[in-house]
């Protein structure tokens, strides 16, 4: 079946590391997203692509950096800047960058030590 | 730049009653809109869809949401909720021109009791 796998299910990150975070989906969906969940706050975009080797920012970029080498592939790095980085952090994918849903990943949960 | 109000944060209903789960949204352009269903520790499952068309959009599980332009509403309802249906549902927008960034609200978690 196809779908968006998001690994690993549970992250933990001491002070100072940098943390990454797979998103892989064989839709064949030419845009990917990464979104962050808090609790009461909904989802807030970070960063968006919609082709291979190109990435915009979205509404909160700072801490984060993304690629994206192949088409099935957007992994997210949350580096030592992120200064608050324990959420739940969704990818998502969609056919093009208009005019489609978009299908979500079971997510990653991460947690500072 | 387009935002989302989801009016209530938690709603609780009794099994069988109906419910109505309220969406409001600000745009100055014209948008879509959409009703996602997040499970415990899950990601987000597209329930329904306003593209264009009939504004009343109805998904498989007995949902309903009914786009009004001119109160820039897209409530969700259903006349009977099951135990299965607790989950957060979000209301959702985007731009009908331009990239499909999707611009979320805070959520409302629906708690069904027996």
């Known amino acids: 079946d196809g779908g968006i796998t998001q690994s690993p299910k549970y992250l933990f990150r001491k002070e100072g590391q940098n943390v990454t975070l797979s998103c892989e989906q064989n839709?064949?969906?030419?845009?990917m997203y990464w979104y962050r969940q808090d609790p009461g706050q909904g989802l807030r975009l970070i960063y968006y692509s919609q082709i291979v080797n190109d990435f915009q920012k979205g509404d909160i970029a700072e801490g984060y950096s993304v690629s994206r080498e192949k088409k099935e592939s957007f992994p997210l790095t949350v580096t030592s800047a992120q200064k608050n980085p324990t959420a739940f952090y969704l990818c998502?994918?969609?056919?093009?960058?208009?005019?489609?849903?978009?299908?979500f990943g079971d997510g990653t949960r991460l947690s500072i030590l | 730049a387009q935002s989302v109000t989801q009016l209530d944060s938690q709603v609780p209903v009794f099994e069988e009653a109906p419910v109505e789960l309220r969406c409001n949204y600000s745009s100055s352009v014209s948008v879509y809109l959409f009703w996602y269903v997040q499970y415990p520790n899950q990601g987000l499952q597209l329930l329904l869809k306003y593209l264009s068309g009939s504004t009343l959009v109805e998904s498989i599980n007995g949902f309903e949401a009914e786009f009004n332009k001119s109160q820039t509403s897209f409530h969700l309802r259903k006349p009977s909720v099951h135990i299965s249906d607790t989950a957060e549902y979000f209301c959702a927008v985007s731009e009908v021109q331009g990239a499909q960034k999707l611009v979320f609200g805070q959520g409302t978690r629906l708690t069904i009791n027996p």
């Open positions: 998502a994918s969609s056919i093009g960058i208009h005019n489609q849903p978009q299908h």
């Open positions: 839709l064949n969906h030419d845009a």
